[in-house]
């Protein structure tokens, strides 16, 4: 796998601002070293962090009108049918109805072969967290659903490795937890932190078992030194605004990179700011930013194991924008990389 990452290769987050798969999926494809199957939560909730990745959820309800998603106990036997099928590896694939991007791209790149493609799960701490049941609690405080939550979400992942395989020699799958720059906070007492490492490494573990290569993605600030113990390889930060909240981490980093680890960099704004960013000044400052983190960590491996990304999903832009993001990302690349 890190053969096929070459210095500064580019790819995406996840979500896109499209209502239209098929013109997602060519963006995206025409746009990165290393393509992704798009989000697209402008064309349903259904596509939402925690609502794409809920299917096969025991007491799952879903109300499309009010775009609401919960789980509400009963007592009917949704328990052991999940146990069931969960031991007979079904009901693990993600369905269009949850994710028209990912179907399209199946569909669309059929008949091609890539080196590498890029898929994604929502991390089981943003997903449990997330998700509520009928009373407004976190299934994250109930132990089995929480159990239950991290064991769908790491069958959908060891499923995109799998299906991906069939298209791609390499497959990247980022667990995208925008909830870890919250953890910690008075907001989520009674996170424990050694269930944190548990249930971030049991995806991870799930990843790496399929022959995929585990990202993680923190759109904000983060605890990155425990997020490096959890075994990832990749870590995707947003390297625009939240640079210093990672560089605090150099130690680490340099043993990181030592291992074999790649740094993401979000360098390409994804905020407004996007629609007054300039090509060359975000270049000029991922140069100055890549030096920076160079002298921190004494490694020339900086250089070596880099991506470049946006900062974030691009879903919440407009169509123009984000092709502009997408552009700068080649742009950027093209720029440092010579």
């Known amino acids: 796998m890190p053969d096929i990452i070459t210095p500064f290769s580019t790819t995406g987050i996840g979500s896109t601002p499209h209502t239209n798969a098929r013109e997602a999926c060519e963006l995206v494809e025409a746009s990165f070293d290393i393509p992704f199957w798009p989000q697209l939560p402008q064309l349903s909730f259904r596509e939402s962090m925690v609502a794409q990745y809920a299917e096969g959820m025991p007491f799952l309800r879903i109300d499309d009108k009010l775009e ?3 789980v509400e106990r009963d007592d009917s036997d949704e328990l052991d049918r999940f146990y069931e099928t969960h031991a007979e590896g079904a009901g693990v694939a993600i369905s269009a109805a949850h994710s028209a991007g990912l179907d399209a791209f199946l569909k669309v790149f059929s008949g091609r072969r890539f080196k590498a493609l890029k898929g994604h799960i929502t991390g ?7 998700l509520k049941d009928a009373s407004g609690t976190s299934i994250y405080f109930d132990e089995e659903l929480r159990e239950i939550g991290s064991l769908i979400l790491q069958a ?3 499923w995109q490795v799998e299906t991906f395989r069939q298209i791609a020699d390499d497959v990247i799958i980022f667990i995208d937890e925008p909830i870890f720059s919250a953890i910690g906070s008075s907001s989520y007492l009674g996170v424990d932190d050694d269930e944190i490492l548990r ?3 049991d995806s991870v573990s799930a990843i790496e078992s399929a022959g995929g290569m585990s990202g993680i993605h923190c759109c904000g600030k983060a605890d990155w030194q425990r997020i490096i113990k959890s075994g990832v390889r990749i870590l995707n930060f947003d390297a625009f605004e939240y640079f210093d909240t990672l560089a605090i981490y ?3 980093l340099k043993q990181f990179l030592a291992r074999g680890g790649y740094l993401a960099w979000g360098i390409v704004p994804t905020s407004d700011v996007i629609t007054q960013a300039g090509d060359e000044a975000v270049a000029d400052s991922f140069r100055k930013k890549l030096s920076r983190l160079r002298k921190l960590t004494g490694s020339d ?8 990304t946006p900062s974030c999903g691009a879903g919440s832009r407009t169509l123009a ?3 502009k993001i997408f552009r700068m990302v080649r742009s950027v690349k093209k720029s440092v990389a010579g």
């Open 199 to 201: 249930l971030l490494g």
């Open 321 to 323: 924008e984000t092709e």
């Open 250 to 252: 150099s130690a680490d």
């Open 301 to 308: 491996l900086i250089y070596k194991q880099s991506l470049i």
């Open 68 to 70: 609401k998603i919960w």
């Open 124 to 130: 089981p701490l943003t997903f449990t967290l997330g």
């Open 156 to 158: 959908k992942a060891r």
